[in-house]
């Protein structure tokens, strides 16, 4: 079993910035990647970035490349989402997820942690 607890979200302006963090306890070493995720009113969970845990490459969606940022910390168990120059669009509940080999499946989640981006 993997645990996961997210925080740093909250209300801000477009074109502020924001630092998610996920802390991951239990069997960690068993999910080779994490994710981050979101899911908008309305509309279907979307990928927005992983890392791997041993290796560091990084994966994004083409939505927040070049404004969102993953980063881990193995000692701490700890992933990270850094958002700059955040737009209305990025409104959603994100989760962070273990165990992700692609798509939107992963084999735990977070309960997740709300961004709301004001224009």
């Known amino acids: 079993q993997v645990q996961l607890v997210e925080s740093g979200g909250g209300l801000v302006q477009a074109g502020d910035s924001l630092r998610l963090s996920c802390a991951a306890s239990?069997?960690?070493?068993?999910?080779?990647?994490m994710g981050w995720f979101r899911q908008a009113p309305g509309k279907e969970r979307e990928f927005v970035a992983a890392?791997?845990?041993?290796?560091?490459?990084?994966y994004y969606a083409d939505s927040v490349k070049g404004r969102f940022t993953v980063s881990r910390d193995n000692v701490k168990n700890s992933v990270f989402l850094q958002m700059n120059s955040l737009k209305a669009e990025d409104t959603a509940v994100y989760y962070c997820?273990?165990?992700?080999?692609?798509?939107?499946?992963?084999?735990?989640w977070g309960q997740g942690t709300q961004v709301t981006v004001s224009s």
């Open positions: 997820a273990a165990g992700w080999n692609g798509g939107t499946s992963c084999n735990y």
């Open positions: 239990g069997r960690t070493f068993s999910s080779s990647r």
């Open positions: 890392i791997s845990w041993s290796s560091g490459n990084t």
